[in-house]
């Protein structure tokens, strides 16, 4: 009985320091970790989020920039960091690639982070150049069985979200269309404009332009549902690749052990910043759609994602990283 009462003590103890870690927290600033040099899309979504949620916090919010290692540098120094709320990764679905593409890593994307809330979506676009036989999905299909091995698609990272969606769409339709790396998007996108490559998948951000321009052909969005920007050009499931959905997304992940009741802090910020109107016209102007799902909502897409990008690289003999 004694020892029924301590343990009951004990639960009573916890739940009343978690209660007043939720009403303190947060006492200082928060610091929102960005694997990216300052200026570019991910930096911009976590400072135009960061400074809404520092007006529901009570505290400031610093973004800190650590770009490098592919984003594994900025993941490493959360994962090591204390778990109390005050540091917060955003980062991309680059951290659910990296357990499959990388030979090792200093820390475990998946038992070292807990998956806080995924910000936003982004989708990606299949363009083609103006050379190319084919204007929609059905026919580059066609075109690639007539013709294996001879048309090419860009791209610019091995193992990046565009890499593998185009790995994805050719097991998917049973293609056979050859890889050739680009630095960069500007090279990528100059090399489709000039048709020295057939096709890339490539964000919407940066490719409608060139569509709208009819500079590139658009051929599909490779998202589930169409995109807003883009609301008259079919997704790749339409056109006859059922079932098929590859975006890209960011969202905020905090270390391992962090107390539930700080994780729902920094979530339930995060969601109403999400839903403020002079938010969603910033992400509105590089065409990402805010999402702000719940802890378990993003941890659920999170672990599917590692293991749908793990098949992928194992299926497309995608070699491991150093």
Do not use: C
């Not at 150049?129 to 069985?145: F, H, R």
Request: aromatic share 6%.
């Amino acid at each position: 009985m004694k020892r029924v009462s301590i343990i009951l003590a004990g639960l009573i103890a916890a739940f009343a320091a978690t209660g007043a870690v939720a009403q303190t927290y947060p006492t200082q600033p928060v610091r929102i970790v960005v694997p990216f040099a300052a200026g570019g899309a991910v930096d911009t979504v976590a400072r135009v989020v960061g400074q809404k949620m520092s007006e529901s916090l009570g505290q400031p919010v610093v973004i800190e920039n650590r770009p490098g290692a592919g984003g594994n540098l900025a993941a490493d120094a959360v994962a090591r960091s204390a778990p109390d709320g005050y540091t917060v990764l955003l980062t991309t679905n680059g951290h659910a690639i990296s357990p499959s593409l990388y030979r090792s890593l200093p820390f475990d994307a998946v038992k070292d982070f807990i998956p806080v809330t995924q910000l936003i979506e982004s989708p990606l676009l299949l363009v083609g150049s103006k050379k190319l036989e084919a204007n929609n999905v059905q026919e580059l299909i066609a075109l690639a069985k007539k013709k294996p091995g001879v048309l090419n698609y860009g791209s610019t990272g091995i193992g990046n979200p565009l890499h593998l969606s185009m790995e994805l769409l050719k097991k998917e339709a049973g293609i056979d269309i050859a890889n050739v790396p680009y630095k960069g998007d500007a090279p990528l996108n100059t090399a489709l404009i000039s048709g020295e490559v057939d096709l890339a998948i490539v964000p919407v951000a940066t490719g409608r332009a060139n569509v709208d321009n009819k500079l590139v052909k658009g051929l599909a969005v490779t998202s589930a549902s169409r995109a807003k920007a883009l609301p008259d050009l079919p997704t790749i499931a339409e056109q006859g690749v059922k079932g098929f959905d590859m975006g890209s997304w960011q969202g905020f992940f905090v270390p391992a052990k962090t107390p539930d009741a700080v994780v729902q802090r920094l979530y339930q910020a995060a969601k109403k910043a999400l839903e403020a109107p002079d938010v969603r016209q910033r992400l509105a102007q590089f065409v990402a759609e805010p999402v702000g799902s719940s802890p378990e909502q993003f941890a659920k897409k999170f672990n599917d994602d590692v293991a749908k990008y793990a098949k992928i690289v194992k299926e497309a003999n995608i070699p491991q990283q150093n």
